[in-house]
């Protein structure tokens, strides 16, 4: 038969222009890229032996056997290899997005044994033509010559098991080309069965690459489709890149705050308008570095670090332009952004290391009223360190309920007894040295931890007042986050730990401290009310500071206000600070609350804050937190002074 390479010489030429098309040096570091690279390089190389076969074919009496041989076995290797590396490449599509990296490896391990087992077949062919053999300038199929194609049908096989596996996490792209591939393959077969002299594996090929490219390769899959910046895959495949080349980089990050009010203003569309100003802006003034559009309202810019008054200069003109009206069109607005920028130098980082601290810092950056700018230098590398410590430590003790309760007995001014105590949560480090709550309790509420705590916390008081009814505490009282505040999950789990150890409803107090808005002073509302049923009442703690303190007090039934101790403080320094507190005292009085004042630390500070006449005082004047044994002692101490207990 003469075969026509036509087909073969067309296939060339797409695959040609796509190589064209996907040669970016940028993208080129992915390691999808790479492979994709690989497979066209081996299209190209696998479609050229076969038409030199062909040719060397047509004068088969003029060139040596083996020749022939030889361009036939390369024929029946590259393409075989080009197959394997495409399936390779389909597989890191599939679990790119799964994270099943085990799954990948197993994939990789299978392709690897199948590639071993044709190039062992193509070894074993010379001696056997069990693949394919010469017979009077005929080429003739050997037994296991469809060995090439069960490996192929092995691979699509797997492909699409982990393709209907994981079909719920893969993106869209990669289903279209599961629905239009098999089509385009089927149609190409029939078409070759029908016409056998038109050579079309290349073409098949190059059309299937044609596909995978435009969904996958292309460089706008890789862009924001708003402002045409790259986007956040590309920025991690770049730092990624200049890390691993131990290239020193700064990375600034812009997070634009409040951009809703400006969408609201003056709509969506124009809002997006702002949005690809400050894209064309920045790529204007920051011509040298790369800048990326990372989320819907965050920039990143990332540039050769050369020194340090280079880099502050550079964050110090992403400011100032932040710190100047935008216009678009007839529409003027201000863009308050918060920055953080990182410097990478000899540090083994990954992307993603540096892209976690970059968001703590732009976490503390936004909050960081005026400035809303923080350079991540090595003091804040070392808050994060920290951060990520108290964050193993946490999961640990939660794990292995290992946190520790501390008392402090609350003094009560009328009687002149220590009628309360405060319970206290403490963590120890692995070498045993006490952690301040101060500094694990706010991380645990943004990390979601807190509830685990308190839950432990409660069980040990619980306990601990089960285990000593004769204790003369009127009540103890927990902390417990504003936010936990929500759902039926808190009384259920008091009630559950009053039942278990027997313990009075009205031996327990909750202190609520808002370090974190409310977002529903109904739901709030509806769950200590339904406490307070139970007889559990309500301190309102640290009243003074944080979010919405005055609203909380307003909106919910709480029994007793805590003075922070910052308050107070501050009326012991100033005379006029003392007046108000007096007022505040006597208001709170008026409208039924108990007050207590926290932190008194000195017989001086208990006399001026008695004249203040607050009902309860908590402070290391009269008692610092203990253990329980202390606690204990304590009160058998107080008791054979011959205080009177109880309230
Ligand atoms: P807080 O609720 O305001 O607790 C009072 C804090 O003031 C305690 O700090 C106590 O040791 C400290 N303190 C008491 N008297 C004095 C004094 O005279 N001077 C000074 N300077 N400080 C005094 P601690 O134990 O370090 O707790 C800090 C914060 O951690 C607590 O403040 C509370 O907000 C939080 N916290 C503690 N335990 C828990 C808990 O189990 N759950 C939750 N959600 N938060 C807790
Ligand atoms: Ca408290
Ligand atoms: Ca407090």
């Known amino acids: 038969m003469n075969f026509s390479i036509l087909a073969e010489l067309a296939a060339l030429i797409i695959i040609f222009i796509l190589i064209m ?25 696998s479609i050229f032996i076969n038409i030199l076969s062909v040719c060397v074919l047509d004068y088969y009496n003029q060139v040596p056997y083996w020749l022939n041989h ?15 590396a495409t399936a390779s490449y389909l597989f890191y599509l599939i679990f790119e997005n799964t994270a099943e990296t085990h799954c990948l490896k197993y994939a990789l391990i299978i392709i690897g044994c199948l590639t071993s087992a044709i190039i062992l077949l193509l070894v074993v062919n010379i001696p056997t033509g069990c693949l394919f053999y010469f017979q009077d300038g005929q080429y003739y199929h050997g037994w296991a010559n469809y060995a090439g194609y069960a490996a192929l049908g092995i691979e699509l096989t797997m492909l699409l098991a982990c393709f209907f596996r994981n079909r ?73 890149y200049c890390l691993n080349k131990k290239r020193p980089v700064q990375l600034i990050l812009i997070h634009l705050l409040k951009f809703g009010a400006v969408n609201q203003k003056f709509g969506y569309q124009n809002g997006n308008r702002f949005l690809k100003k400050v894209a064309r802006s920045l790529e204007n003034y920051f011509p040298t570095g790369q800048v990326f559009h990372v989320g819907n309202v965050e920039f990143a810019i990332l540039h050769e670090f050369k020194s340090e008054e280079d880099a502050l200069a550079r964050t110090e ?123 694990f309790i706010p991380l645990a509420e943004q990390a979601g931890l807190i509830g685990d705590i308190t839950w432990i916390v409660l069980e040990k008081v619980c306990s601990f007042l089960g285990l000593h009814p004769e204790l003369p505490l009127k ?36 202190e609520i401290t808002e370090r974190m808005i409310t977002s529903s002073y109904a739901q709030a509302k509806e769950i200590i009310e339904k406490l307070i049923n139970k007889k559990i009442q309500f301190y309102l703690d640290d009243f003074g500071v944080g979010y919405s303190n005055f609203k909380s007090m307003l909106e919910l039934p709480f029994e007793a206000v805590k003075l922070d101790h910052s308050i107070v403080s501050e009326a012991f320094r100033n005379p006029h600070a003392f007046q108000t507190v007096g007022i505040l005292v006597e208001m709170l009085h008026q409208a039924g ?27 290391y004047y009269h008692a610092r937190p203990m253990p329980e044994t202390e606690l204990l002692e304590f009160y058998r101490n107080v008791n054979c002074c011959g205080e009177e207990l109880g309230e």
């Open 21 to 45: 098309f996907h040669f970016d040096d940028r993208r080129s570091r992915q390691l999808r890229s790479r492979l994709f690279s690989l497979c066209l390089g081996l299209a190209v190389l």
């Open 70 to 84: 030889i361009l036939c076995g390369l024929y029946y290797l590259t393409s075989n290899l080009m197959c394997s």
């Open 168 to 240: 719920r996490l893969l993106p869209p792209q990669m289903k279209k080309i599961i629905r239009i591939m098999p089509p385009v393959i089927i149609i190409m077969t029939v078409f070759q069965l029908v016409y056998p002299e038109l050579l079309m594996n290349g073409l098949i090929t190059a059309l299937c690459f044609l596909i995978i490219f435009i969904s996958f390769q292309n460089s706008r899959v890789e862009q924001n489709t708003l402002t045409f910046l790259e986007n956040q895959t590309t920025l991690y495949t770049e730092l990624d």
């Open 317 to 439: 003109s992403a400011r100032l332009l932040f710190s100047e009206p935008w216009t678009v069109g007839s529409f003027s607005s201000s863009l308050p952004a918060a920055i953080t920028d990182i410097i990478c130098k000899e540090e083994s980082f990954s992307s993603g290391d540096v892209m976690e601290r970059l968001q703590f810092g732009m976490d503390c950056a936004k909050k960081n009223n005026p400035s809303y700018l923080i350079h991540f230098d090595s003091s804040w590398n070392q808050l994060w360190e920290r951060r990520n410590l108290l964050f193993q430590y946490m999961k640990k003790n939660i794990a292995e309920n290992n946190f520790e309760v501390f008392y402090q007995p609350v003094f009560c001014c009328n009687t002149g007894r220590f009628c309360s105590a405060e319970a206290l949560v403490r963590m120890r480090d692995p070498e045993g040295n006490l952690i301040s709550p101060g500094e």
């Open 475 to 510: 009540a103890v009282s927990i902390n417990v986050s504003a936010q936990q505040l929500s759902g039926s999950v808190l009384f259920e789990h008091i009630e559950e730990a009053l039942y278990k150890y027997h313990v009075p409803a009205e031996k327990l107090r909750i």
């Open 593 to 619: 609350y108990v007050v207590i004042a926290e932190g008194i630390e000195t017989q001086k500070q208990e006399q001026r804050i008695r004249l203040l006449e607050v009902d309860r005082i908590q402070g």
